[in-house]
């Protein structure tokens, strides 16, 4: 196993470690271009650094931000200096390894799921979202896919919503009422 | 007599006591259950126990932990995969044990021992924890700042190849902890303008996004992989092969406790270092090394699980986290009005002897756990990943929007779990983010604090660095470690190793 390695193949992260990919000596597709965007977005920041109160004291409060920014832009080139100089890896591309169309899908159910989260409720958000992305990469029967998700979304319902008491949007769904329900029925049988 | 009431309010409370089983039970799953980490759980759990009373709070979270860093030995055995980075040491020997059809015998074995681990470690946790708060009383501001450097830039030059990037990634996160107002001077700082930057980010945010949504993202690339079948028999070990290796295991929890301890080295480096201590000692092992050699086995799993006591020690003394997790622990105490710190052990002596008892209660869970219920085991780790993943995703949008119940935060925790899937692929460490969004506010403070008192004076800055022994050491310690990144050390240390072939 490569020392520099230090991740499995499951991409696990336990503990400090949440580096998996990436290869010592070789640029992934599109690397040079994520440290060139992480240079260009640290020097912006340190001029919004510099805004916040200059030059004034080294104990003003733009002083750390400053500090910090100056360290994330040196790192930043340097690190796009040094990802420039190194081969590509030629057995991945941009579309297969880094950003896979499932990949893109998701990001998108995920960005849908928080635009209709408050509109139409936890619940029926939930269970669209479960449904497609089970159907996606499941691939399997209609059947299979919504009783998956009926029976997922009532566990995690219970739990977080009566048990953990977290407060989600309820939408329109009437989730008080069917609560209150919940509650009598368990109260009235204890 | 109320240090002992502390440390039995796990048990005098059977609520408590139910939390920390379901929290080690869950615990154990989640470190083992291909797709799920540790750092995800806590992080997700946080926002759903924010509105718990502390002690139950707690009681869950330290159980998933203790749990957790068992677990990930589970599936290294079975199926060669490390459930955590902590058990990569321990799939070496156990998974060619487990292909001689010695799994129940691995596993059997790596539960005791871990147990026994985990009890050095809290041990040493409660004897060493009062006198290093003690201690931490006469830390100054600059030896504060000092310490949260020099453990952002050790979890960023241990956790992966290059250290460059673990330090844009912690000044990453001090940057991502400093948006918002000041809150000594009410100055807008990276706010844009913006309104709703003005409350700066909430780091739950920052946290699920990171280790829950982009971990997610990133399994959708092994949705197909299929889980491997094992049988498994007798799992508990005799009284016999027990005493026989405690002496090794001693020796590996003693490592444990004390790599735990150091900040920014924590359960993966600790079961490294002891499963080459293991090798270096044991002369006439009974089956080679990396065949499946007990020894092998048992080394890491002791010291990865006393390395869980160790980390407490910098976390609950100094407010310092030792990695992602520890840093994760850090903010759900934050959440619940806690600050970790010598503080903490003067004000609040019950809340840290409740958190030893806790401790000591995950762990005979995860014995008790450990040796049974391997059957409904086998059949959950065989989950599939096309349930899992978009499950982890629900409970992160789910976790990020209870906190506040706001959207934007949603859509933080989008952006960041974004961005950190590319830095996952690009080999940028996640965890000195989260350690700098967490010091973030000790580090400006502290610093600040530090130059006002010298009259905001550099000069008199040093001069005080230099004068203390203290702040020396851990000065020298930060520059030791940006040293050993430049060209010049590499050319000092082609010519010592010269002088010591020649």
Known sequence: MDTDFRGDRDHHDGTSDATPGGYPQKRRPGELGFAAFLSGASLFLLYSAYGISGFESLSAPGAVPMATTLVMAVTALLITLRTAQQQRVTSETLAKDILPGTVVMFIGFLTVFGVLLQPLGFVLTAALFLLVSIKVLARKSWVYTVGVTIASLAIIWLIFRVVFTVLLPAGILPEAEFIQLFRNLVSGAA | MDTLLALLTVFTQPQLLVLVGIGTFAGIYIGAIPGLSVTMAVSILISFTFSWDVYPAISLMVGIYMGGVYGGSRTAILLNIPGAPSAIATAMDGYPMAQKGEAGQAIGVTTVMSFFGGLIGILVLAIAAPFVSDFALTFQPRDYMLLAVLGILLVGSLSSGSLVKGIFAGAFGIAIGAVGRDPLTFTERFTFDLQIMEGGISFIAVMIGM??????????????????????????????TIKKYLPLSLQTSTIGVIIGALPGTGGDIAALMAYDHAKRVTKNPQVPFGKGAMEGLVAPETANNAAVGGAFIPMMTLGIPGDAVTAIMIGALFIHGLNPGPMLMVDQPDMFW????????????MLLFGLTGIRIFTKIVEMPRSIIIPLILLLSIVGAYAVNNSITDVYWMLGFGVFGYFMRHYGYPLGPVILGVILSRLLDDNWRRAIISERG?????????ITSPLSLTLFVAVLMIFISQTPLWATVKKRLFRKAES
């Open chain 2, 211 to 240: 280790f829950g949504v982009s971990e997610a993202l990133l399994q959708l690339q092994n949705v197909t992989m299929k889980a491997v079948r094992q049988k498994i028999d007798k799992i508990v070990p005799s009284f016999g």
């Open chain 2, 354 to 365: 409740f958190i030893v008892g806790a401790l000591l209660t995950a762990n005979v869970f």
């Open chain 2, 457 to 465: 004076d550099i000069g008199r800055f040093f001069e005080g660095v």
